[in-house]
């Protein structure tokens, strides 16, 4: 039985194979990759390993990306930090996982599952479901408050509490649904990066938009668009040209 093991912690890797070969003498551990990229280029260089041990997180990024990259037909074991709950739906799909610190009980049972399974028979592991949990694996997240100064104390913000940011006078502000506003230490570059785009919109170069705070969209001439916001602002809140497609597009989603 010939093994591939993925794993960029090397003290983990020692440990895995000193286990495997505790449960199973006979198995040749053909190679110890520690990167997507090292494995793609194994994977697509040499004959297919019998079973695939894979951690999640890697080098170079998330394992699950190797899956886009090159076919992948051996049975799979992943060992992962991940807890039980994020790893549940996919966990019928594959052959099993195997949470750090590898319990040995434990390993062997994924091997008894290799043996049931796929000793006797050549099933390809089922991608899809692995594409799935790369999604949720790989989800950016995004900010949900900010810590700000208000004199000389520190408190903090809630994203769903903020109707717009701004720029002014070469400052840039949150102001809240109450009126209140605050100067943040973030360009609206930086914060439109941070911030959820199904929830904020950059309608111009200094206004970045919550959609809650939108009451009227009024057109406006050259194709543009014009909006009342809340809390009233002075501001000119003109939605320019360039990006009045997207912007229809999301509030259409």
Known sequence: MKVLIVEDERPAAKRLTKLV?????????????DSVEHTVEWLETYKKPDLIFMDVQLADGVSFEIFGQTEV?????????????????????????????IDPEELEKAL?????????????????????????LTQKEYKE???VKIGQQLTYLKVSDIAYFYSEDGLIFACQQNGKRHNLDYTLDQ???????ADFFRINRKIITHLPSIKKIHTYFNSRLKLEL???????????RDRVGDFKRWLDK
């Open 191 to 197: 914060l439109i990066e941070v911030l959820n785009p």
């Open 73 to 101: 037909t051996s049975p799979i074991i992943f060992t992962t930090a991940y807890d039980e709950y994020a790893l549940q739906a996919f966990k019928v799909n594959s052959l099993d996982y195997l949470l750090k610190p």
């Open 21 to 33: 070969k505790q449960f199973r003498p006979e198995i040749e551990v053909l190679e110890v990759l």
């Open 112 to 136: 008894f599952q290799y043996d049931k399974y796929f000793k006797k028979n050549s099933k390809v592991v089922d991608n899809s479901a692995i594409e799935q949990l790369l999604q949720t």
């Open 145 to 147: 408050r900010f810590l």
């Open 230 to 240: 809340f809390p009233a602002t002075e501001l000119e809140t003109i939605v320019s």
